[in-house]
């Protein structure tokens, strides 16, 4: 079976368009991550194990043990498989699996998680949102602006103010500028 590699300017690989991969070969970095999902796997059975041991089938570490157990014999022959396979010789694992576009945008997320309590959620998500969409869009910043800010503002609504979902408020007085329009709205009725 032959495999023709073209590397365009996504860097999508042959093996994206079939789902699982290839079936003879294996990606860059999946024999590490097998490994890592029957570790995971291994832990969670453990952890099942520890809420009330096998002493029954009714029992309320039961069902959580079966399930973790059912990972584990999953990945385990998941590592077997990709154990077998020949790596791939046309991917590499920083073009085709985490090319630095991914990277970064994994390293705007812990600065995200990092920033909200400090900052909040507004200013935080807002320059999050704004720079993703600059790295991602390629497109002005007039845009760029418009289009984070303006779903920031979306999602504001929906969750604060529709569904009144508490958020790390930081540095922007939150509470005190809802209260300021709710009086408003109030002495204006």
Known sequence: MNHEHVHDE???????????GLASERRPGELAFTIVLVAFSGFLLWEAYGISGFE????PGAIPMATTFVMLVSAVILLFKA??????ADETFMV???PPLVLVLAAFLVVYGLLLKPLGFLP???????ASI??????????????GLGSLLLIYLIFR????VLIPAGIIPEAEIIQFFRNLFAGGA
Request: proline share 2%; net charge positive; hydrophobic share 45%.
């Open 10 to 20: 996504s860097h999508e690989g042959h093996a994206d368009a079939q789902p699982g």
């Open 161 to 164: 103010i529709v569904f009144s």
């Open 134 to 147: 600059k790295i991602l869009a390629r497109r002005s910043w007039g845009f760029t602006i418009t289009v």
């Open 83 to 88: 154990a077998r396979l020949k790596l791939t």
């Open 56 to 59: 029954a089938l009714s029992g």
């Open 96 to 98: 085709d699996i985490t």
């Open 124 to 130: 935080t998500s807002a320059l999050f949102l704004v």
